[in-house]
């Protein structure tokens, strides 16, 4: 599943740098598809939704740091934990109940954003 990150994050910034998906953005911040992945131009995401990967598309929140679930891999192929929990100081970085995903899911996410 992905992670999410909750309200009681202190917004340190601590995960921000560690995720290798870039999926990790402040509160407030527009994100893009293409953000520290290989796509570029419109895309097929691998639900069947066409996007283009350099349009900025709208915060899931306006006051903490959050991660776009699209785009979290849990850190599978990358390394053994999602890393954001590993470098959390007050433990917000938590599995997220409403996008349980299977491994298969997450490192075939993870090709599909670094083009593997």
């Not at 520290?36 to 097929?44: D, R, S």
């Not at 007050?90 to 997220?96: G, T, Y």
């Amino acid at each position: 599943m992905a992670i999410i990150i909750t309200d009681e994050c202190i917004n340190c910034g601590a995960c921000e740098p560690e995720c290798p998906n870039t999926a990790i953005y402040e509160g407030a911040d527009d994100w893009r598809y293409k953000d520290g992945t290989k796509l570029t131009g419109k895309v097929i995401l691998p639900d069947g939704t066409e996007v283009d990967s350099d349009a900025p598309q709208t915060p899931i929140s306006d006051d903490v740091y959050y991660i776009v679930p699209g785009k979290c891999t849990e850190c599978k192929g990358f390394h053994d934990e999602p890393q954001c929990a590993a470098v959390c100081p007050v433990d917000c970085c938590i599995p997220d109940d409403n996008h349980v995903e299977s491994e298969e899911t997450l490192l075939n996410r993870q090709a599909f954003l670094h083009n593997e």
